[in-house]
């Protein structure tokens, strides 16, 4: 697994997969979906797909795809090279989501929440595998949440493929289980060997950020000691876990933005033009031309 | 109350130039903040100048502004207060600009922000405050008057 | 997008106060160095003809121009200078005025005895001392545009002419009037000038409408009593309504709606405020409450009180 366009820039997301095995393109297959990193408040979430023809599923089972979550990283690397090594049957594909696209995506100014995202990486997996030529004819999903909703949404977009979406998807199909391992190696991958844009010669930081889960102390710790007053956190961090947002409420500058306390600001202007109906003295009035450019005479450098 | 502009501290070629960025939010703060280790590096050029970037996990959207011909952009200081009402008080040019990096919310800038339109009034202005040509004044005629575009 | 509130006072952060300081734009002419004996360009408060209150006016170094004070003022922005960071995001820019606008109303102030005085006389002003600076920012030849001038030599005294003024005025709205016709005109005819693109002209937007305008911007330099007498003298007509007499061209109206304009509609103001006023969030309850949690249970499950309560030591 070649993670080295995600490491070039891990400000933005990256999608990286195997060769299309050409098994693939003339059998039918299966596909598994499974995602890494929902949880943490650390670093990248990351979508996996692992594909193969139906007829190579025995294999699959022989080769000890399990409950990914049971297994330790040293199974789950093992496994991966085992996925490598079967590169003439299988094919995978992840997609990272920068922690730093999740933030800007999850606060964004209109709504985009951490499902949609999921779904529409997922999709776009799906659809990619496809546009890839491979065969494909049976498709599983692990997911979180209203399983049944999220499979009427994939059966929507793709009438053609016979798509089971359930949770624990990944300890019910080896393929599922396969792909999740490639998921979790690459998230534990790119946490690893995060390049941290933020460290200089002079400010070091600290890899003791234990598994990025809110709950987990040492990440706790960590995000607590790496507050910059302005900036908040390093981009490996997303802002908008109520986590990262609460600490940041307590140790850092206030910054406003205009999208902010919208029921508040609707009523402010309304109240503003009610005082300058009655009051307003015309002389100190600036024209339309400088009100529409939020130009006004400066009368003073005070501090 | 009157205010004394030193410029020697931007005076020929040694002139500091600031590197400027107009942000899309309040920073309830004045004062030191590591500009080129947390937002420079992840300032990114997605083509023909339009500029990305996050500020605390919001998506910024940008692009280089440059001042029109004919001006120049200055960081004024005041390095100390005057005590009394009697003491000059002096503005310190400390650095010199002839663009800045003006960022929106998400949303690409374009001619319809504030600022673009604001700093039409450069040129504006010009018409209102440039002297008029008398002759032409005279005959009464609709006659245009060409508005010189000299620098100011 | 919601409306945005006309920038006003705000509260104040921390600041560590080292400093204070002013991002401004100015012409190149005044920002070149000054030679050591030379005096420094300096800001002033003088009168401003229209408010009728002081406001900052720059002198160049040599006296020899006086510049006007605006600042953008967008709500909502900060500046990031260099290693710094400035919660004050206004951009002050110093452009020059006539200086004619500034001196006018002391002549007008002093028609009312119907003499003829020495123009440095004129305009003095105890409040606004440096006002006398403006007089070498005037050439005699200037002053014939706003006042009779009598005698010769340096023995010249003057007295305010109404009729010349507004013949003057008048030039000074026509100027102006082009000046929007013809940006807009450099636009489409892609300028170089990327800043400038702000497009005023239309197929609807007469000559009329140009020099109501521009009659509008002149007038944010002279008295209202001296604005309206420029109305009349140029034959402008006034819509009714005054909002509308301010508004920009035709082809601009719809931006209007971005700025809350002047009512006496108080039905708006009646329904905005009986819109709940919601309790104020902190900023992770905003952060939270913008996202859709539906079917986040996993997740949920990481932002349980406990997990909360414990992050917040300090």
């Known amino acids: 697994m070649d993670l080295c366009d995600f490491e070039e820039d891990n400000t933005k997301s990256c999608v990286v997969g195997s060769e299309v095995p050409d098994v693939t393109k003339g059998e039918p297959c299966c596909l598994g979906i499974d995602e890494a990193g929902r949880g943490p408040v650390l670093g990248p979430m990351v979508y996996g797909i692992c594909y193969c023809p139906l007829s190579g599923q025995d294999r699959l089972k022989d080769m000890g795809f399990a409950d990914s979550k049971t297994l330790t990283e040293e199974q789950r690397e093992k496994l991966f090279e085992a996925i490598a090594g079967a590169g003439e049957f299988m094919g995978w594909t992840i997609h990272i989501l920068a922690p730093n696209a999740i933030s800007n995506c999850m606060l964004r100014r209109s709504k985009y929440n951490l499902n949609t995202l999921s779904h529409d990486t997922a999709i776009g997996l799906i659809q990619r595998t496809l546009d890839s030529g491979v065969n494909l004819q049976e498709v599983y999903v692990d997911t979180v949440g209203d399983a049944s909703k999220y499979q009427d949404k994939l059966k929507g977009i793709f009438p053609d493929l016979d798509i089971t979406v359930t949770p624990k998807a990944d300890a019910k199909f080896p393929i599922v289980s396969a792909a999740s391992i490639c998921a979790k190696v690459a998230r534990d991958r790119a946490v690893k060997g995060w390049g941290f844009f933020e460290e200089t010669e002079d400010s070091a930081i600290s890899r003791k950020f234990g598994s990025g889960y809110p709950s987990d102390p040492d990440t706790k710790k960590w995000l607590a000691g790496m507050v910059d007053p302005v900036f908040g956190f390093p981009q490996f961090v997303r802002f908008s876990w109520s986590t990262a947002s609460k600490i940041l409420d307590d140790k850092a500058v206030p910054v406003n933005w205009d999208d902010e306390d919208e029921d508040e600001k609707a009523a402010t202007p309304s109240v503003l033009s009610f005082f300058a109906a009655k009051g307003e003295d015309p002389k100190q009035k600036k024209h339309q031309y400088f009100q529409e450019r939020f130009l006004h005479s400066v009368t003073d450098f005070g501090s | 109350m009157s205010v004394e502009v030193d410029l020697s501290g931007v005076s020929g070629e040694t002139a500091a130039a600031a590197k400027l960025h107009l942000l899309p939010c309040e920073v309830e703060h004045t004062g030191p903040a590591q500009v080129t280790r947390f937002f420079t590096p992840g300032v990114r050029d997605s083509g023909q100048g339009a500029l990305q970037a996050s500020f605390r996990g919001r998506e910024l959207r940008g692009e280089n502004v440059a001042l029109p011909d004919g001006y120049t952009g200055l960081v004024l200081k005041e390095k100390h207060k005057a005590v009394s009402d009697e003491e000059a008080r002096v503005f310190h040019a400390a650095q010199k600009f002839q663009e800045f990096t003006y960022w929106n919310m998400e949303t690409p800038p374009s001619k319809n922000d504030g600022l673009q339109k604001a700093l039409h009034w450069l040129e504006i202005t010009k018409a209102i405050h440039s002297p008029v040509d008398k002759n032409i004044s005279q005959n009464g005629s609709h006659t245009r008057v060409k508005v010189e575009d000299s620098s100011p | ?314």
Not at chain 3, 11 to 18: A, L, V
Not at chain 3, 41 to 55: D, M, R, Y
Not at chain 3, 170 to 190: M, W
Not at chain 3, 240 to 254: D, T, W
Request: proline share 5%; with cysteine.
């Open chain 3, 1 to 314: 997008m919601p409306p945005r509130r006309e920038s006003g006072v705000k509260g104040k952060g921390s600041s560590s106060e080292e400093t204070d300081q002013w991002v401004v734009v100015l012409p190149d002419s005044v920002a070149e160095k000054q030679d050591e004996d030379e005096d420094r360009p300096t800001f002033v408060k003088l009168l401003h003809p229209k408010t009728e209150k002081g406001a900052m006016f720059l002198f160049s170094k040599d006296n020899q121009q006086v510049l006007e004070v605006l600042a953008f003022q967008e709500e909502f922005r900060s500046w990031f200078v260099g290693e710094s960071v400035q919660q004050d995001g206004s951009l002050h820019m110093v452009t020059p005025v006539d200086p004619l606008f500034l001196v006018l109303p002391y002549l007008v102030k002093a028609y009312e005895s119907g003499m003829y005085m020495p123009i440095d006389q004129l305009v003095s002003d105890g409040q606004y001392p440096e006002c006398t600076r403006l007089l070498s920012c005037i050439q005699l030849s200037d002053l014939e545009h706003i006042c009779d001038v009598k005698g010769s030599g340096d023995v010249r005294a003057c007295r305010y002419n109404k009729e010349r003024t507004l013949e003057w005025l008048k030039q000074k709205v026509e100027q102006v009037a082009d000046k929007l016709t013809d940006s807009s005109v450099r636009v489409t005819g892609g300028a170089q000038l990327l800043t400038f693109t702000h497009s005023l002209k239309s197929e609807q937007a007469s000559r009329d409408d140009y020099l109501r305008y521009a009659c509008g911007l002149v007038s944010d330099y002279i008295s209202t009593d001296l604005s309206k007498e420029l109305t009349q003298h140029m034959g402008i007509k006034i819509p009714e309504k005054k909002e509308v007499n301010c508004a920009e061209p035709p082809a601009k109206k719809a931006k209007l709606s971005e700025i809350p304009e002047a009512t006496e509609d108080y039905s708006k103001f009646a329904v905005k405020d009986e819109k709940p006023k919601n309790t104020k969030m902190t900023a992770a309850q905003r952060a939270l409450s913008k996202v859709d949690k539906t079917g986040m249970k996993s997740i949920a499950s990481f932002f349980s009180p406990k997990t909360a309560a414990k992050s917040k030591k300090k």
